[in-house]
């Protein structure tokens, strides 16, 4: 004993180190997790705590004063506890008495984890000896289906750190920056975990991570999101999806798609894990014609006044149909892109060239990465050696794209010219929001057509709306001038062709108001909708873009405010037809 006592060595070990390691912990200190706001800087994804409930049976367990620290009434602590977890009395009272005596605590499975904070406290109240808690890192998504799969989701990953990591979305893409780091604190304690005084304790402190500011307006999301759930409910199609954004800046404000999930809830997620708005490519059909009439405008091969004959158009053996195959016979180019003509854009690659179509492919950007930052981002890709290749893809079939690259290549015509990156985020800042860390701007990208052909194009896409053999009638809205082009394609079967029957398209719309001076561009996707024949497919879209857009105009200072009359066609009337029109 008096070796022991003057040496503190037994056996080459030293005792006093031997009971400092012992009773000296290192507990990590935890990074709160970055904030994701929208526009107006409310919260869309932010930390907060869960807890998971256990209980200690062994009578060992008793404090300073010998109080109990175990279960000591188990009918008791079932019958309370059964008000506040999703277990029946019964099975908390099987759960308290396992088979195994000597087992020292028990847990309750999912019924006894995601605890909230207000729960929590409501048992605590209830002074159950032996009901412990220990917390949890969690993720708030406060507005349950709110552009989901762009915000994406942050979940524990079971590596013993319990930290949140991005698994889609902006979660994924900014997952460095809204990590932050963990701390450390090191020091000594006694067996029940209480600090011993007077003994040195280092630590590092937590550096929690940064916040990152979206784009998206939460009145248009909200809106966005209530609209395509209508739709969805009515028509219940494979997907779809909507995009909203400023056509000078490229800054999206609102975005949505089908499926989707409720991010709280999680609510969906097992079919909707992917993010459609870039990971998603398509054969976007006849909205790709608004690239077309650009190409050939720009590139000095139109003639709107000039005829052809519509209805099908035979290349290289092939033929180009029209979605009418009767044809309307001999019309103006102009009248052509009104109605959607397939064969009038095959006429205008022929006229083009190959060359040169495919150089305005090139310039508008398709086929290329639109640089978004988001997880398994796809590029597309095209078919173009054939000569009915190469017509198909003028008015969008044997090319596929993303949402992202239409909502880039379509600012280039909103915006005379210059095209816009589409981006979703204006800001990352410190954990308290004192320092902007890295803010992004608006950018332009390319300049794939003059000012003068934008113009002239949306003016063709006016006459879709407003000219009484247009097709897009639908989408005509009370005080503002649209100009707008519809899109019907067929959906690949994944073989060699393309689905039949009539829920084998994939609708679409491309809209931009107002129309003399774009505010906003709109883009809506449905992909084979079950058409009941109450509403067609454009109508049903219009029932998104009109009170979304409308919206977005009436809160915004840019939008053109004005009363449009449209005036009837009188062209090829009589007089006396004329004036009833």
């Known amino acids: 004993m008096l070796v022991i006592a003057v040496g503190k060595n037994v056996k080459n070990v030293n005792l006093s180190k031997r009971a400092e390691q012992l009773y000296t912990q290192t507990r990590t200190l935890k990074a709160k997790r970055g904030t994701i706001y929208d526009a107006n800087g409310k919260p869309i994804a932010e930390d907060t705590s869960t807890y998971s409930m256990y209980a200690v049976l062994s009578k060992n367990q008793v404090d300073n004063d010998n109080k109990p620290l175990y279960i000591v009434n188990k009918h008791k602590t079932a019958k309370q506890l059964a008000k506040y977890i999703s277990m029946s009395e019964k099975q908390i009272y099987k759960t308290l008495n396992p088979k195994n005596q000597d087992t020292f605590q028990v847990e309750f499975g999912s019924a006894g984890t995601g605890i909230s904070v207000l729960t929590k406290e409501k048992i605590e109240a209830l002074k159950l000896p032996g009901i412990n808690f220990v917390q949890q890192q969690a993720r708030s998504y406060p507005n349950g289906m709110f552009a989901s799969n762009l915000v994406g989701l942050a979940t524990a990953k079971d590596n013993g750190t319990n930290n949140l990591t991005g698994q889609m979305g902006i979660e994924k893409a900014f997952n ?321 062709g393309y689905a039949s029957g009539d829920d084998s398209y994939l609708y679409s719309v491309a809209g931009m108001v107002p129309a003399k001076n774009p505010k906003y561009v709109m883009y809506i996707t449905m992909k084979q909708p079950k058409l009941t024949g109450t509403k067609t497919a454009t109508q049903l879209m219009a029932q998104i873009f009109k009170p979304v857009l409308s919206r977005a105009l009436q809160s915004s200072n840019g939008g053109e405010n004005v009363s449009v009359r449209t005036v009837p066609e009188t062209e090829f009337k009589s007089v006396d037809t004329a004036k009833n029109c």
């Not at 150089?359 to 796809?378: C, H, P, R, W």
């Not at 590029?379 to 190469?390: A, D, L, M, S």
């Open 176 to 496: 460095n920056e809204l990590s932050g780091k963990n701390g450390y604190r090191d020091g000594q304690y006694d067996v029940y975990g209480y600090r011993l005084p007077g003994r040195k304790q280092r630590e590092r402190p937590a550096k929690n991570g940064d916040n990152v500011y979206t784009t998206i307006d939460n009145h248009l999301q909200n809106l966005m999101e209530t609209e395509m759930s209508a739709v969805q409910a009515e028509a219940n199609p494979v997907s779809m999806n909507a995009i909203l954004m400023e056509a000078k800046t490229g800054k999206i404000v609102a975005v949505s798609q089908r499926p989707s999930f409720n991010a709280s809830t999680l609510k969906g997620l097992d079919t909707a894990w992917t993010n459609n708005l870039v990971q998603d490519s398509f054969e976007p059909g006849s909205t790709m014609k608004i690239f077309t009439m650009s190409a050939a405008i720009d590139s000095g091969n139109y003639n709107g006044n000039a005829l052809y004959e519509s209805g099908r158009y035979a290349i290289d053996g092939k033929i180009v149909p029209d979605w009418n195959q009767a044809g309307w016979g001999y019309i103006t180019y102009n009248k052509g892109f009104a109605l959607s003509s397939n064969v009038a854009m095959a006429h205008l690659e022929q006229q083009m060239g190959a060359n040169t179509w495919r150089n305005y492919i090139k310039k508008f950007q398709f086929i290329q990465n639109t640089d978004s930052g988001l997880a398994g981002e796809t590029t597309g890709k095209v078919q173009f050696k054939y000569p009915i290749e190469q017509a198909d893809t003028a008015f969008g079939q044997g090319i596929e794209v993303t949402a992202m690259q239409m909502m880039r290549a379509l600012s280039g015509v909103a915006n005379d010219g210059k095209m816009m990156k589409p981006y979703f985020i204006s800001k990352v800042t410190s954990a308290n929001n004192k320092k902007v860390i890295k803010k992004y701007s608006p950018k332009v990208v390319g300049h794939p057509i003059s000012s003068n052909t934008a113009k002239k194009v949306r003016k063709h896409m006016e006459d879709v709306v407003y000219k009484s053999y247009g097709i897009g009638g639908d989408y005509k809205m009370k005080g503002y001038r649209v100009a707008a082009k519809t899109g019907t394609a067929q959906v690949s079967n994944g073989a060699s």
